[in-house]
């Protein structure tokens, strides 16, 4: 199929129509906003959906906010055709994570970038090889998503390194390699990491945190302890050394039937142990530095530029 026209228009007439969900926490609402006012350069609009009191008591500082259900995508999905129905074609659409915003003036490389691509968005090439477009940073036009049926809805995949996703982003993916429509990928610009996956830049221009709303365990983190991510969320497996000594408590007599190949378990236990502490403590470092990270990006204008020493340079 013929990758369809291009609806991008570089008038600063256009609307800015941006896509984002903060869930129970009202943190990022502060940074984001003060973020889109100082770097969008021209006339915008913010559809969010926000979660828990303290989220939605900040409702008035959007252009539409309601507490929107059902998961991730369905509420990018619904907050697109709300903008679909109040906007002209060339309008930009910009999905952005609750954690995430421009670090540099976006004005004239918006207008530039979709005259030549129908979409931009980050690609986490840095999240076991991901080729997908990733709702952190997603930049296309109204018309050019409506055109396509633009859908956030996950769908199983996996990555070039045998990882299994079942995320944002699939549906979406596919879509653009069905019609033959090649779209522009953001990818990771650090000079300076604090870890392989959080706390990113992307193409000089886009900050994001990553994991703001949730424990930060990652794919990244997973790998260094040896652990499949899927089951590092459910604990799968055979029981940790902790559990396996409950048993006992409760029924002493269960030490007298006990045979070799019980060793096998506790070998299993104890290895699943090992992981279990790992990842806490993989997870315990990174929520420190994420606190440590947002008190010096709301505080030191030149922060990210320490993460990304090109910052200020691009155009």
Known sequence: MEPLSLEATESS??????????????QWIDPQLDHLERNLGGPF???ASLNGPEALGARSRFHFAEDLPGGHASKLNALAQRVLQDSEPSDVLIFLDGDAFP?????????????????AAVRRAENAGDLRPHPCFCMTTVGFWETIVGDWRPAPWTSPGGEEFVDAGTVLYKTLLDRGIGWM???????????????????HRIYHHGAGFRSRFSYADAANVRVDARSARTWKGPPTLGALAKTPLKDPSTLMRLRPRHASTLGRSAVKTARRFAM?????????TSSDVFSRLTSEPGFFSELDDAIGTCH
């Open 280 to 288: 806490q403590r993989y997870a315990r470092r990174a929520e420190t």
């Open 13 to 26: 007439n256009d609307m800015i129509n941006i896509v984002t969900i903060h869930w129970l926490s009202s």
């Open 103 to 119: 670090v540099q003036p976006l004005g004239e490389w918006i207008g530039r970038t979709l005259a030549q691509h129908p979409l």
């Open 45 to 47: 609009r913010v559809f």
């Open 185 to 203: 990928p953001m990818l990771r610009t650090n000079t300076h990491d604090l870890h392989p996956l959080w706390f990113a830049i992307y193409d």
